[in-house]
């Protein structure tokens, strides 16, 4: 069974630039999750992927923005980049019917400067 | 509004002592209540989860302790180890609401040999 893997690592952007960040479920996960996680505080939900479609979403601006592909694996997309969005960006998969059960990736440390 | 308030912020235990992270949360919709542990440079990894219809949960040497007519929930963990070592995060999720997990800001435990 593979886990969930994100990719790039780490990535350096400047401010005003776009950044598009992987991510692969977990086998036979069909839901994704992505999360920012600033330094020193909990993840914030920004947005979830269920079927090809976004399923909720957390108090982000639309410069994020997302997708997921019929293999179950989704990008995570920023415009306009900010200092604010300096952060490490994690992705998570699930289950539908696992009830909640989610699996975090390693993430992608994003440095804006 | 943060839905999740997590203390203390920070905590150093002894080899052998008993760690406690607290939790509250305001939203009375919520169903599932887990503990993530994170170390440096990973991603969250799902330690024990609850749901409000036990008080208690036990998983070797950690226990989550829920109060619902309170708003709160703790870990416990026994026999603290320089192991455990590591950034806890409680959570709380809403079973219509899928995925989208509120977390609070994290407890960085220390453990000392």
């Known amino acids: 069974e593979t886990g969930v893997t994100q990719s790039p690592t780490h990535l350096i952007k400047t401010r005003g630039q776009q950044v598009t960040l992987r991510c692969s479920s977990q086998?036979?996960?069909?839901?994704v999750s992505w999360y920012q996680q600033a330094l020193g505080q909990g993840p914030q939900f920004i947005f979830q992927?269920?079927?090809?479609?976004?399923?909720g979403r957390g108090n982000f601006p639309p410069r994020f923005s997302g997708l997921q592909f019929p293999n179950y694996s989704s990008e995570l997309n920023v415009n306009a980049l900010e200092l604010d969005d300096s952060a490490l960006y994690l992705c998570?998969?699930?289950?539908?019917?696992?009830?909640?059960?989610?699996?975090f990736g390693p993430g992608t440390r994003l440095t804006v400067l | 509004q943060q839905q999740v308030k997590q203390s203390p912020q920070s905590l150093i235990v002894q080899k052998g002592g008993i760690s406690i992270i607290n939790c509250a949360y305001e939203?009375?919709?919520?169903?599932?209540f887990p503990w993530y542990q994170q170390f440096p440079g990973k991603g969250p990894a799902l330690l024990i989860a609850?749901?409000?219809?036990?008080s208690e949960k036990k998983e070797g040497r950690f226990t989550i302790s829920f109060n619902k007519s309170a708003k709160q929930f703790s870990l416990h963990i026994m026999d603290s180890q320089p192991g455990d070592s590591a950034t806890y995060f409680c959570?709380?999720?809403?079973?219509?609401?899928?995925?989208?997990?509120?977390f609070g800001s994290g407890t960085k435990l220390n453990v000392k040999p």
């Open positions: 992927y269920y079927r090809e479609e976004e399923n």
């Open positions: 998570a998969s699930s289950l539908v019917s696992s009830y909640n059960e989610q699996f």
């Open positions: 939203n009375t919709a919520f169903d599932y």
């Open positions: 609850i749901r409000p219809d036990v």
């Open positions: 086998s036979g996960h069909n839901t």
């Open positions: 959570a709380a999720s809403k079973e219509n609401n899928f995925n989208k997990f509120y």
